[in-house]
């Protein structure tokens, strides 16, 4: 069995039963190997989180991103749609892991981690959208004064919007379209 098919596995396992049923224990049985296999594929559950969530938001950032990024539209429209992907998909994730089935307070920084490297892979995507836009690039590094204050400001709203159950970027799309006139 491959860590691929681990991988899957997991996944099934933890949208069947939940994140909050998943011990190594379980898993095994699920994935029908040992402890000592996944122990030597993915160390402990928090690495586990963690690689599962760096996972997904990696196929978030697959191809279904990449044909809005080159679909040719302006700016700020690519970042709304962009928005509307990631909030869609963000919204199944969520189904399944939720801060209320974390438990321990161990628990819970092993998913606050795993949350953080998950924005910055974000951070690193909406970057790489506004590299692709040079005149609004500029207009924002005039206005902010450097790109990673601009980063931030986009990625906390993000976050802002989702936990607001927002379906597109409302005024804050519209305080980033004045900024880039």
């Known amino acids: 069995m491959t860590e691929t098919d681990l991988f899957e596995r997991t996944m099934d396992f933890v949208e069947r039963y939940g994140y909050q049923s998943l011990t190594l224990r379980a898993l095994a049985e699920h994935a029908g190997v040992s402890v000592g296999t996944l122990y030597n594929y993915f160390g402990d559950k928090d690495s586990l989180l ?3 969530m760096t996972a997904y938001w990696q196929d978030i950032f697959g191809s279904d991103y990449q044909i809005i990024v080159k679909a040719g539209m302006d700016y700020i429209s690519t970042l709304e749609k962009v928005y509307q992907h990631i909030n ?21 920084m092993a998913f606050i981690q795993a949350k953080r490297n998950t924005m910055a892979l974000v951070q690193r995507k909406l970057d790489e959208i506004l590299d692709q836009f040079p005149n609004e690039k500029a207009k924002v590094l005039a ?38 006139k």
Request: glycine content about 8%; some cysteine.
């Open 143 to 180: 206005a902010i004064g450097d790109e990673a204050g601009y980063s931030r400001l986009v990625v906390e709203n993000i976050e802002l919007l989702m936990r607001q159950n927002s379906h597109e970027l409302g005024t804050f799309g519209a305080l980033l379209r004045c900024l880039v």
């Open 50 to 52: 963690d690689r599962i």
């Open 88 to 108: 869609r998909r963000s919204r199944h994730f969520h189904k399944v892991f939720s801060l209320r089935d974390v438990g321990s307070l161990h628990k819970e």
